[in-house]
């Protein structure tokens, strides 16, 4: 008899629309699934979810073309409308990317499928958003397989993922910017070191990509919609060939790149794609759930968990926002959903709590700054430990050699950490503090004192390079910060370094590099090349060197 009256209420539930809660939501990849919330309502098929530096998010509206302002627990708020939108099918407004840069040049990115019949990328100001310069333009489009997410990297580069737009030879068509992930700048031109001269295409043989993430280290992930039977997580590299129309999953091809997992499209049909914790989080539409996807060292993938299943409908939009909480958007408006009075809505996770995870990190070893001009220094310190992963860790600044409060002025997710904007001949003093998936704090390393230059000559300038990350063949540099610190403006800057005997550039963005003999020159792009009185800017390269060499370049000089 109980039985018959819990199966009853349980279809009682049902009936009226209320949902169960998952039956087995838990920790997993750091973020507490059993604690999700609705933060945000009253959205119309939200696509893309990009962060402001106060914390709110911007919300793409695909059949609308707004872009909805969201704050936890408040309404949407109308900030921008992109104009010539045409929403038809999958197609309409889609992918938004904050930039870099935002603090100082105030640019949303936004992509979409315009009135003209083609996809198209535009940026635009909230304090202007009626105007909306086209940076890139031309991209087939269809009422289907329209890709559509934007996002910068950590190369500061703008890459853009296309759809075959219902038209399978796109994809292999290295012609044809359909079907394929882009890499341009920020402005839309071509950058160096894309594997095709002259192209903006980065990989191909993509059906539907709409879903763009970077590890810790660097390694791009994308998700992407199969026909009928194989939905994908893909490692991305430069001028690889992921396969379509050829094969759809894993190929037995070597011309090919496989998957790294495949799913039914029942269980998946991937859009959005975020990382966090040693973990990518797909949300799935079809599925109606969230793929956890563990990564192993090497970039591959363990054994995805599911969460979330049938709680909130079709998922769309994911992304960790700067509160540390897993953000996702629904998209059961999309005439595919089946929509509640609430609907469409942000759904946030919260990272573990002290419940399930209380050991801070280690503390960071004390900081050494290096490479000190009139406005800038670069902080590097040994890094911490932690039985979870460290995530990321805080810098803290005070002013003069003694007294004053230290305040956070930035985060990492490395140990090292470029500080600009400072002030010549003026003393600063820095401490460090890791931060793991639980919000745990560590207790904050030594101090250590910087005194900024005076500002040297009305021409000088520096430059001094991070070593990123580092394999047994191959390594990246990045930053190379270069500071004006003269007393003038500069409309151009020009590095010289050594590469050691064997090593091969492979890569490069944000500069223009040539190799001659064991010297390397690095001219400024188009767009980093002025640079006013302490001011200064960035770019990175990726080398090749012969396994078992431990060199790295040396001699870096800025004129």
Not at 62 to 86: F, W
Not at 126 to 134: F, I, K, R
Not at 180 to 185: P, S
Request: aromatic residues 8%; hydrophobic residues 35%.
């Amino acid at each position: 008899m109980r039985a018959r009256v819990i199966l009853t209420l349980l279809v009682c539930l049902l009936a009226f629309g209320v949902g169960v809660p998952p039956a087995q939501a838990q920790v997993v990849g750091g973020f507490d699934f059993g604690r999700a919330e609705v933060s945000v309502t009253g959205l119309q098929v939200p696509w893309a979810l990009a962060f402001l530096p106060d914390g709110s998010a911007l919300a793409s509206e695909r059949n609308t073309g707004r872009v909805m302002q969201v704050r936890p627990g408040q309404a949407p708020v109308q900030v921008a409308t992109v104009s010539g939108v045409s929403a038809s099918g999958e197609s309409g407004l889609l992918g938004l990317a904050v930039s870099p840069s935002y603090p100082q040049d105030g640019w949303v990115y936004a992509y979409f499928t315009s009135t003209s019949g083609d996809n198209r990328l535009v940026r635009f100001q909230l304090s202007a958003p009626q105007t909306q310069p086209v940076l890139f333009s031309g991209v087939p489009s269809a009422s289907i397989h329209d890709g559509g997410r934007i996002a910068f990297g950590p190369d500061g580069m703008l890459y853009v993922a296309t759809g075959d737009a219902n038209n399978t030879a796109n994809a292999q068509n290295l012609n044809s910017p359909a079907g394929k992930i882009l890499r341009m700048t920020p402005t839309g031109g071509v950058p160096s070191g894309n594997p095709f001269a002259g192209s903006r295409v980065w990989s191909y043989g993509h059906r539907n990509v709409q879903g763009l993430a970077w590890d810790a280290q660097g390694r791009m992930y994308a998700t992407e919609f199969g026909q009928n039977t194989w939905d994908e997580v893909n490692q991305i590299v430069a001028g690889g060939n992921y396969g379509w129309p050829t094969c759809e999953g894993t190929c037995s091809s070597t011309s090919f790149r496989n998957p790294i997992v495949t799913w039914t499209t029942a269980e998946a049909s991937p859009s959005g794609l975020a990382y966090a914790n040693g973990t990518l989080f797909a949300a799935a539409l079809r599925g109606q759930r969230v793929w956890a996807v563990p990564l192993t060292s090497s970039g591959g993938a363990g054994t995805p968990v599911p969460e979330l299943q049938g709680a909130y409908g079709r998922l769309r939009a994911v992304a960790v926002g700067p509160d540390g909480w897993l953000w996702l958007g629904t998209s059961n408006r999309d005439g595919r959903g089946t929509p509640v009075a609430q609907d469409d809505r942000v759904i946030r996770v919260p990272p573990a709590t002290s419940g399930t995870d209380t050991a801070p990190p280690t503390t960071p070893g004390l900081p050494a700054a290096s490479g000190t001009t009139a406005a800038t220094t670069t902080l590097t310190w040994a890094a911490s430990t932690d039985n979870v992963g460290v995530t990321g860790y805080d810098i803290l600044r005070a002013p003069g050699a003694s007294g004053g409060s230290f305040t956070q002025v930035g985060t990492s997710a490395t140990a090292t950490f470029t500080d600009s904007g400072l002030s010549a001949g003026t003393t600063y003093r820095y401490q460090v503090r890791a931060r793991d998936a639980a919000g745990n704090l560590s207790p904050v390393s030594g101090t250590v004192t910087v005194t900024t230059t005076t500002g040297g000559t009305p021409g000088g300038c520096t430059a001094t390079a991070t070593t990123q990350t580092q394999w047994s063949t191959g390594y990246v540099i990045q930053p190379v910060t270069v500071a004006n610190t003269g007393t003038a403006a500069r409309s151009g800057w020009t590095v010289t370094f050594t590469l050691p005997a064997e090593h091969t550039v492979t890569g490069s963005w944000n500069a223009v590099l040539t190799v001659s003999g064991g010297t390397v020159t690095a001219r400024n792009a188009a767009h980093n090349g002025a640079l006013g009185a302490g001011q200064s800017t960035t770019f990175g390269f990726q080398a090749s060197r012969p396994g078992g060499n431990t060199q790295l370049p040396s001699g870096y000089g800025c004129a």
